[in-house]
């Protein structure tokens, strides 16, 4: 009768932990710069994370039956958070890069943003490529793939700050002389201040493309290809083009 009992209390405790690992199997824990506005930010309103990319994933998460978790983290923490297992994607219009890529897998590119300059009106004007930032003072978000390029740029000094919104402000103010950072990023923020006195120009030329990518853990092929076959199927029935249209208007690519 002892040993009964004894198999019995294994069994439930197996159940249990059974249990506790298919309860966390349902849960996808997604790091993610949330200060990062159309992509992703928090609103105040709601207390709900919203933008592109979080309608994105929750709408992956939809369709698989997962409980989207939004982790909030730093741009430059998310690799590091990846690789010891403290969050499962990163969705926070990340750039698929070499140096990115040899530490995480990346999905698919699911949107291509482009690199473009931000300065102010008044230098506009002098800025046709990136050889007229030599030797100037750019501003940059850490950790950005435009702080990566700006590095490149012989004898520039770099200011960095915690988000690019930050930066623009410094900008704005005479700070640095231009910042590189992502198209739809420096148009979206321009837009919403409008009606401020901002004395910022988003250039239109294109410095390179600028891919963006989930990622996730290094060898998780079960949840790459979980991400890529839905992102897939959600171009296919055009529910990336209206998530698309509802941040930035038509013209996906």
């Not at 990062?36 to 930010?41: D, H, I, K, R």
């Amino acid at each position: 009768m002892a040993i009964t009992k004894k198999l019995a209390a294994a069994a439930a405790a197996a159940t249990l932990v059974f249990s506790f690992a298919a309860e966390a199997a349902q849960t996808l824990r997604v790091g993610s710069l949330t200060v990062y506005p159309p992509f992703e930010y928090l609103d105040s309103k709601t207390g709900q994370y919203e933008g592109f990319d979080m309608d994105l994933i929750r709408e992956i998460g939809r369709r698989n039956d997962l409980d989207i978790r939004i982790v909030s983290m730093s741009l430059d923490g998310l690799v590091p958070a990846l690789i010891s297992g403290n969050i499962d994607c990163a969705v926070s219009a990340l750039t698929i890069t070499p140096e990115r890529s040899e530490k995480v897998d990346f999905t698919k590119p699911y949107m291509n943003a482009g690199l473009t300059v931000m300065t102010t009106k008044d230098n506009a004007p002098q800025i046709k490529s990136l050889k007229d930032l030599e030797k100037k003072t750019l501003c940059a978000e850490i950790g950005s793939s435009g702080a990566l390029m700006m590095k490149r740029i012989p004898g520039t000094t770099i200011r960095t700050f915690n988000s690019a919104a930050d930066a623009f402000l410094e900008l704005n103010k005479g700070g640095c002389y231009a910042m590189l950072n992502d198209g739809p990023v420096n148009k979206y923020f321009l837009k919403q201040k409008a009606s401020q006195s901002m004395k910022l120009v988003a250039l239109d030329f294109v410095v390179s493309d600028d891919l963006y990518g989930m990622a996730v853990q290094k060898g998780n092929k079960k949840l790459l290809n979980l991400l890529d076959s839905t992102l897939d199927a959600m171009r296919a029935d055009g529910s990336y083009q209206k998530i698309y249209d509802k941040w930035f208007g038509t013209g996906a690519k």
